[in-house]
């Protein structure tokens, strides 16, 4: 781990640990053999990689979107709660605000309520993808540094 956390760039960083999880947890369809700190960077990268790939819409259909409402709680406990108000809104879509964990019934919701949200998720996507292009501001919070401070916060969770 130390060898990892010496890496140059923290983008490299987290994808070398997020790797090993995936690794780990069969690509998150094991994922109850992660600990809660691996669980949290698991989670945190799956978002960061579903929206970055396809937006929100995607983020849902896929099985990264079985842990939509943990997500939020994830974020907050590596500090990143600009991104986890956006995680809320996003999931604010569906009824009552509750994101089915079962990708069958989302998916079914998903169909009643995509194209309703597809506008509103896609403008809460842009926050992912860089500065507002009329403030210059990031609207979400630097995630890779937040999760490698966790990582060096809980690195006795992260040992191989």
């Given at each position: 781990?130390?060898?990892?956390?010496?890496?140059?760039?923290?983008?490299?960083?987290?994808?070398?640990?997020?790797?090993?999880?995936?690794?780990?947890?069969?690509?998150?369809?094991?994922?109850?053999?992660?600990?809660?700190?691996?669980?949290?960077?698991?989670?945190?990268?799956?978002?960061?990689?579903?929206?970055?790939?396809?937006?929100?819409?995607?983020?849902?259909?896929?099985?990264?979107?079985?842990?939509?409402?943990?997500?939020?709680?994830?974020?907050?406990?590596?500090?990143?709660?600009?991104?986890?108000?956006?995680?809320?809104?996003?999931?604010?879509?569906?009824?009552?605000?509750?994101?089915?964990?079962?990708?069958d019934k989302?998916?079914?919701?998903?169909?009643?309520?995509?194209?309703?949200?597809?506008?509103?998720?896609?403008?809460?996507?842009?926050?992912?993808?860089?500065?507002?292009?009329?403030?210059?501001?990031?609207?979400?919070?630097?995630?890779?540094?937040?999760l490698i401070?966790?990582?060096?916060?809980?690195?006795?969770?992260?040992?191989?």
């Amino acid at each position: 781990m130390e060898t990892v956390l010496e890496m140059d760039r923290e983008d490299l960083i987290v994808t070398e640990i997020d790797t090993y999880l995936n690794e780990i947890s069969n690509y998150g369809q094991e994922i109850e053999k992660l600990n809660s700190s691996q669980r949290v960077l698991l989670i945190i990268e799956n978002l960061q990689r579903e929206i970055n790939n396809g937006g929100f819409k995607q983020f849902y259909w896929n099985s990264s979107g079985d842990y939509a409402m943990e997500t939020v709680d994830t974020l907050k406990q590596i500090g990143a709660t600009i991104t986890a108000g956006v995680v809320k809104k996003a999931n604010d879509q569906f009824p009552d605000g509750l994101v089915p964990e079962d990708r069958d019934k989302r998916g079914e919701v998903l169909n009643l309520i995509g194209e309703k949200s597809s506008e509103y998720w896609n403008a809460l996507d842009l926050k992912f993808y860089g500065p507002n292009k009329e403030t210059g501001i990031w609207e979400i919070d630097d995630l890779p540094n937040l999760l490698i401070k966790f990582v060096k916060a809980n690195k006795a969770d992260f040992e191989k």
